[in-house]
């Protein structure tokens, strides 16, 4: 049941008819979230050839209004005190120029209810934390084109089977140390991340972050050397490795602002580091992670607004939040592809009968002046997210269209893409005498 009409239904329905057609779709028990997440990789793969990828992932919890008498069949998220959807992603990020190439796997998933049993006390392949280990092994197979995979994640993903069974010829760990493992040879890892000479000295940039965290530059002190963590005295597997071999990074600011908590990173990685160089690189691709942040503001409050969903069914949700994701991640690749500056085509989002949707509308936008063109090639996309702009309601002045630009402009094309196929099947299957 639809109670009012959602931006994600009209992502994929465009208009009443569209919507109901997204309802049916929803309803179908044939359809499953874990159907559209197998297909949230489609074309990642293909893209990803030959580059050296950041495989970044993340969780973030997608919160519904309910009621003590309207739950809607969903479980409790964030301190138990609210009810949603968690989602699980993974996106595939080009190491060199932090472009977003698309999503790799994840997991929906809504809670049945509160666990009273201990972590520890159950099987691994049962814990929530197993999706940090099951995500990294998809990127292996998803990514198998890349050159090179450097798994990211934050403190979440700081889980010691990960470090024991991933790392493997091209696909690297890349973590943010939660747990202050126990060391060979005694101490750990926290005390001896503090003994380590400083190697340098670097200023970053940091974005935004809502809403507490305004945009500004740190001044950030390196150390780094290595480490050889050992297995949790608590862990249940014990045919895991009794140790790992890691290198470890300490990045904290040097003299922050009255007001501000200082940054500090605990890094832990499987790349060797011979020199600063290459640590002030790793600590690069660390900053890359706050692309999948955006990937999720993008999903909720700056572009589909998918916590707004009056979808009543659990079920029906954890779907929509999946098909949701793939759509956050296009309008975000738009936006990232808007000036061309990573020279992308438009293969990395769209098939060849959409690319050709495209090409049949692009003589009907006007405003594209010849130095445009040449900039943006046909196929290139670029190309595809100016046209994706102008069916937004983007009249190429002004600010450069955002997400909620392109996410009413792949309204638009949906819609018109929808209508111009049937037409073509009329076409080829109506005789007329």
Same mark, same amino acid.
């Given at each position: 049941?639809?109670?009012?009409?959602?931006?994600?239904?009209?992502?994929?329905?465009?208009?009443?008819?569209?919507?109901?057609?997204?309802?049916?779709?929803?309803?179908?028990?044939?359809?499953? %979230?874990?159907? &559209?997440?197998? =297909?949230?990789?489609?074309?990642?793969?293909?893209?990803? $050839?030959?580059?050296?990828?950041?495989?970044?992932?993340?969780?973030?919890?997608?919160?519904?209004?309910?009621?003590?008498?309207?739950?809607?069949?969903? !479980?409790?998220?964030?301190?138990?005190?609210?009810? @949603?959807?968690?989602?699980?992603?993974? &996106?595939?990020?080009?190491?060199?120029?932090?472009?977003?190439? *698309?999503?790799? *796997?994840?997991?929906?998933?809504?809670?049945? @209810?509160?666990?009273?049993?201990?972590?520890?006390?159950?099987?691994?392949?049962?814990?929530?934390? #197993?999706?940090?280990?099951?995500? $990294?092994?998809?990127?292996?197979?998803?990514?198998?084109? %890349?050159?090179?995979?450097?798994?990211?994640?934050?403190?979440? *993903?700081? &889980?010691?089977?990960?470090?024991?069974?991933?790392?493997?010829?091209?696909?690297?760990?890349?973590?943010?140390?939660?747990?202050?493992?126990?060391?060979? *040879?005694?101490?750990?890892?926290?005390? $001896?991340?503090?003994? &380590?000479?400083?190697?340098?000295?670097?200023?970053? #940039?940091?974005?935004?972050?809502?809403?507490?965290?305004?945009?500004?530059?740190?001044?950030?002190?390196?150390?780094?050397?290595?480490?050889?963590?050992?297995?949790?005295?608590?862990?249940?597997?014990?045919?895991?490795?009794?140790?790992?071999?890691?290198?470890?990074?300490?990045?904290?600011?040097?003299?922050?602002?009255?007001?501000?908590?200082?940054?500090?990173?605990?890094?832990?990685?499987?790349?060797?580091?011979?020199?600063?160089?290459?640590?002030?690189?790793?600590? !690069?691709?660390?900053?890359?992670?706050?692309?999948?942040?955006?990937?999720?503001?993008?999903?909720?409050?700056? =572009?589909?607004?998918?916590?707004?969903?009056?979808?009543?069914?659990?079920?029906?949700?954890?779907?929509? %939040?999946?098909?949701?994701?793939? %759509?956050?991640?296009?309008?975000?690749?738009?936006?990232?592809?808007?000036?061309?500056?990573?020279?992308?085509?438009?293969?990395?989002?769209?098939?060849?009968?959409?690319?050709?949707?495209?090409?049949?509308?692009?003589?009907?936008?006007?405003?594209?002046?010849?130095?445009?063109?040449?900039? #943006?090639?046909?196929?290139?996309?670029?190309?595809?997210?100016?046209?994706?702009?102008?069916? @937004?309601?983007?009249?190429?002045?002004?600010?450069?269209?955002?997400?909620?630009?392109?996410?009413?402009?792949?309204?638009?094309?949906?819609?018109?893409?929808? =209508?111009?196929?049937?037409?073509?099947?009329?076409?080829?299957?109506?005789?007329?005498?």
């Amino acid at each position: 049941m639809v109670v009012r009409k959602t931006v994600c239904l009209r992502r994929l329905g465009g208009h009443r008819r569209g919507e109901e057609q997204a309802g049916r779709f929803f309803a179908n028990p044939k359809v499953t %979230a874990a159907k &559209i997440v197998e =297909g949230w990789s489609t074309q990642t793969g293909a893209a990803c $050839a030959g580059r050296h990828v950041l495989a970044i992932q993340d969780t973030t919890e997608v919160k519904f209004p309910t009621t003590a008498q309207r739950r809607r069949g969903l !479980g409790p998220v964030k301190h138990g005190n609210t009810y @949603g959807v968690l989602v699980h992603a993974m &996106i595939a990020v080009d190491a060199v120029t932090t472009a977003c190439l *698309g999503l790799v *796997g994840g997991e929906v998933w809504t809670r049945p @209810g509160v666990v009273t049993e201990h972590h520890r006390d159950r099987p691994f392949e049962d814990r929530e934390s #197993h999706r940090w280990l099951a995500t $990294a092994e998809r990127a292996a197979q998803v990514l198998q084109p %890349a050159a090179m995979i450097t798994v990211v994640d934050d403190r979440e *993903g700081d &889980i010691y089977p990960k470090w024991a069974c991933l790392p493997q010829a091209g696909v690297h760990l890349l973590t943010r140390a939660m747990v202050d493992r126990r060391l060979v *040879g005694g101490g750990t890892l926290f005390a $001896a991340a503090g003994e &380590i000479a400083v190697a340098g000295r670097r200023q970053i #940039h940091l974005p935004a972050r809502q809403p507490d965290r305004a945009k500004r530059t740190a001044v950030m002190e390196l150390r780094y050397g290595a480490v050889e963590i050992c297995r949790p005295r608590d862990e249940q597997d014990r045919t895991l490795a009794a140790t790992v071999r890691l290198r470890l990074l300490d990045v904290r600011e040097v003299n922050p602002p009255e007001d501000v908590e200082p940054l500090h990173w605990r890094l832990v990685t499987t790349h060797e580091i011979a020199d600063a160089a290459k640590a002030w690189q790793v600590v !690069g691709w660390y900053q890359a992670r706050w692309i999948i942040e955006q990937l999720f503001r993008v999903m909720k409050s700056q =572009g589909l607004q998918l916590e707004d969903s009056q979808l009543a069914s659990g079920e029906r949700l954890v779907k929509l %939040a999946a098909a949701a994701t793939k %759509a956050a991640c296009i309008d975000m690749q738009l936006v990232q592809e808007r000036d061309g500056k990573d020279r992308l085509p438009a293969s990395n989002v769209f098939t060849e009968p959409e690319i050709e949707t495209l090409e049949a509308l692009s003589p009907t936008l006007e405003g594209k002046t010849e130095r445009q063109q040449n900039l #943006h090639p046909v196929a290139s996309l670029a190309w595809a997210a100016w046209i994706i702009a102008r069916l @937004g309601g983007w009249n190429c002045y002004y600010k450069p269209p955002g997400p909620i630009t392109m996410r009413r402009g792949m309204e638009q094309f949906y819609s018109i893409h929808r =209508g111009r196929r049937l037409e073509m099947m009329l076409k080829r299957e109506v005789r007329i005498p």
